[in-house]
């Protein structure tokens, strides 16, 4: 079993992006990648929307984003993931293999799957004439008919793609309206060899050892189509959630739910991409994703790691819990974090900068450094402020509010009592 710091499960656009900002900040990060590093473009011919480049294809966008990551130290080793369940602050990454890692934080961007036609033939035609990726399959039906089912962007990207090989290619759609960018239809439906053919539903996919036909249902008439590749693009089935022992809040359809940091509702994980409920499934949105994502999962370990020193004795489970609450606020040098008197409300730890406690004629009591912590006197007496704490340097604090903190401290006697020692010889220092 390897410890990690994070994981990244999918090694997708969103999975490569997150990779590529792990590696760059040093974080002790591994990517997991179940079939080949590129994801869903990989089975894409041409991506004419990533901004910078005016059109390229899908699987050399998907190695250069590889390479890009590789480049500056991302570990990737292609090993499917097969569940995740969480054991007080960590995370356990169970893979297919049977073997188990840990890590504070987890990146989801496995995207998701093809949703089936669910009509006779369909499995039993699968990889003979029956195709859920034109990229992959298209060149084994030059010179024939062919039929694409679907009326978005990938049915009619694919379509293009198929107008190389078919002799003829039937694009079937249940409605008259296509869901396409106008850009794609305009191209697709230009095409002598395209024939439309709505509103109309397939009932079955038929032939002899290789697809021959298709039977759609058109005005209430059934109608059978010459065809020998069916090739299907009528949604997308997210699969995230499948990874998770426990209960991952979800969407109607599936997709994983998060705020706008990208976590969902299980502290330490986050999701990024097409297996996240969001509008877009593009490249560009899963990128975004997944710098947001890593982004804040880096802070969250950091903030954890902290958490552990401060409170080593209390419940993990808690802390993970508590950490995703907490706050970090920067000071600049002179400026008082808290003030004799004021209210006890906050604990505080020093994640970076230096921070002095003065008495009231300012001679310094004591200087916090990193992971130094003040605050709990009057949390844990129900007392008022009783010293100053400045910012020496540019400091940045961890900022966690009385609920938080309480609810760590009572999380384990032990860890009350240690804290409640310290308070005492603090005060003692303070001359309280
Ligand atoms: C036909 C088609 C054409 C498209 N054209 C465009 C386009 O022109 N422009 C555009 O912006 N977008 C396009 N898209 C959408 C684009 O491909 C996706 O939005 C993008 O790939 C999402 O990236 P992702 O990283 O979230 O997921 P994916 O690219 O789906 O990557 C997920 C990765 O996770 C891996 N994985 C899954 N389960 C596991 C597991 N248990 N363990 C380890 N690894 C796992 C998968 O093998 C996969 O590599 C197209 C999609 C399709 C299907």
Same mark, same amino acid.
């Given at each position: 079993m390897a410890h990690f710091d994070l994981v990244i499960i999918g090694g997708g656009p969103a999975g490569l992006t997150a990779g590529l900002y792990a590696a760059r900040a040093n974080m002790n990060a591994i990517l997991f990648e179940s079939k080949g590093v590129g994801g869903e473009i990989l089975n894409t011919d041409l991506i004419e929307d990533w &901004?910078?480049?005016?059109?390229?294809?899908? $699987?050399?966008? /998907?190695?250069?984003? /590889?390479e890009h990551a590789e480049r500056f130290g991302l570990k990737i080793e292609l090993k499917a993931v097969d569940k995740i369940r969480s054991e007080g602050d960590r995370k356990i990454i169970r893979m297919a293999d049977g073997t188990e890692h840990t890590a504070y934080a987890v990146i989801v961007t496995v995207g998701g799957e093809p949703i089936k036609l669910g009509v006779p033939g369909e499995e039993k035609f699968h990889g003979r004439g029956v195709s859920y990726c034109a990229v992959c399959d298209g060149a084994f039906f030059k010179g024939l008919d062919l039929a694409v089912i679907g009326g978005g962007d990938s049915a009619f990207q694919e379509g293009l793609f198929l107008t190389r090989f078919a002799k003829k290619l039937h694009v079937v759609h249940r409605r008259n309206e296509y869901r396409a960018q106008a850009i794609l239809q305009d191209r697709l439906l230009g095409m002598e060899k395209v024939k439309t053919v709505t509103p109309a539903h397939v009932k079955e996919i038929g032939g002899d050892a290789d697809v021959k036909w298709i039977d759609i249902e058109r005005n209430g008439k059934v109608e059978r189509i010459p065809v020998e590749g069916v090739f299907i693009f009528v949604g997308f089935k997210p699969v995230g959630r499948h990874l998770f022992e426990e209960h991952i809040d979800h969407d109607d359809n599936g997709y994983l739910i998060t705020d706008q940091y990208m976590r969902t509702n299980i502290p330490g994980v986050y999701a990024a991409g097409d297996t996240r409920a969001q509008?877009?499934?593009?490249?560009?949105?899963? =990128?975004? +994703? /997944? *710098?947001?994502?890593?982004?804040?999962?880096? @802070?969250?370990?950091?903030?954890?790691?902290?958490?552990?020193?401060?409170? &080593?004795?209390?419940?993990? $489970?808690?802390?993970?819990? #508590? *950490?995703? @609450?907490? $706050? *970090?606020? @920067?000071?600049? &040098?002179? !400026? *008082?974090?808290?003030?004799?008197?004021? =209210?006890? +409300? @906050?604990?505080?730890?020093?994640?970076? %900068? #230096?921070? =002095?406690?003065? $008495?009231?004629? %300012?001679?310094?009591?004591?200087?916090? !450094?990193?992971?130094?912590?003040? %605050?709990?006197? %009057?949390?844990?007496k129900g007392t008022a402020r009783s010293a100053t704490v400045k910012a020496k340097t540019d400091t940045e604090v961890l900022v966690m509010d009385r609920a938080s903190f309480e609810r760590i401290v009572t999380s384990s006697a032990a860890a009350r009592s240690d804290l409640e020692a310290e308070a005492n010889e603090r005060m003692k220092a303070l001359q309280l």
């Open positions: &901004p910078g480049e005016q059109s390229i294809t899908g $699987r050399a966008l /998907a190695e250069k984003m /590889a509008l877009a499934k593009q490249i560009t949105t899963a =990128v975004g +994703d /997944a *710098t947001t994502a890593v982004l804040h999962a880096e @802070r969250y370990i950091e903030e954890l790691k902290h958490a552990e020193k401060t409170f &080593p004795k209390a419940e993990p $489970r808690v802390l993970a819990e #508590e *950490t995703e @609450r907490v $706050r *970090t606020i @920067r000071y600049v &040098p002179g !400026e *008082t974090i808290i003030k004799k008197g004021d =209210v006890s +409300d @906050r604990f505080f730890i020093v994640l970076h %900068g #230096e921070a =002095v406690a003065v $008495r009231d004629d %300012g001679t310094v009591v004591t200087t916090l !450094e990193n992971g130094d912590h003040f %605050g709990e006197i %009057g949390l844990l």
